[in-house]
């Protein structure tokens, strides 16, 4: 957490500053999107920041037909900080998995408001710092091993509740979300799963999946496992 003056300076306090703004609704958009919306990548370049009011949406990248879940992002996330220093576009979509209520912010408008609260340097400085934890976070987790790659995903997720029931990740995850975000096949996480199950690490059923011992699967990854990462 940047502490600046007393201050903390995170996405609570960045969502306290646009909400309460009073041109907000005039640069925003809220929709309701159903389970399972591929939004066109253009939502994650330089055109929109995103808000997730409510819901669990994943970021995907597709290489050769491929897919790849590069992060997950829940209730009160914002999406597209690298947008704000960037102009470049991206190869990314923005895929629903659950219901999802989110806001559609024009990036100018969100970087004037951090401009004129006077907290500009530090909000962009944590925002440099979340870019920086996430590139060194992706740089770690692909080295890992597979079983620790899942052990990884699962505790990522169970960080996406915001003090719902701890150990039961978000109802509608599966074993090809896990898969996915791990790059190995639906069947090798299967087995990584059922393995832990007899370690008993986890439930499986009934859903939701079920975390029984945080310990062992952090001990298993070796590093923080940081809950906010697009």
Not at 177 to 196: D, G, M, N, V
Request: hydrophobic share 35%; proline share 3%.
């Amino acid at each position: 957490m940047l502490q600046t003056f007393g201050v903390e300076i995170d996405e609570n306090f960045l969502e306290i500053l646009l909400f309460s703004n009073k041109s907000f609704d005039k640069y925003s958009t809220k929709k309701v999107l159903p389970a399972k919306t591929v939004i066109d990548s253009t939502v994650t370049d330089n055109r929109s920041f995103i808000y997730i009011e409510k819901g669990l949406t994943k970021i995907v990248a597709s290489h050769n037909t491929k897919e790849t879940t590069m992060s997950f992002s829940g209730d009160g996330e914002f999406i597209g900080f690298a947008s704000l220093l960037s102009r470049g576009g991206n190869q990314f979509e923005l895929e629903t998995i659950s219901e999802t209520t989110a806001y559609f912010i024009d990036p100018y408008f969100v970087l004037n408001v951090i401009d004129e609260s006077g907290w500009g340097t530090s909000i962009l400085l944590k925002i440099i710092e979340n870019l920086t934890q996430s590139v060194n976070y992706y740089g770690e987790f692909n080295l890992l091993p597979a079983k620790a790659k899942v052990a990884a995903s699962m505790l990522h997720l169970d960080s996406k509740k915001l003090g719902k029931s701890e150990g039961h990740l978000p109802k509608e995850i599966c074993q090809h979300h896990l898969a996915s975000y791990c790059q190995i096949t639906r069947e090798y996480a299967t087995t990584i799963l059922s393995k832990f199950e007899e370690e008993g690490l986890v439930k499986l059923t009934p859903k939701p999946i079920t975390i029984l011992d945080h310990q062992k699967l952090k001990e298993m990854v070796g590093f923080e496992i940081s809950g906010s990462l697009h």
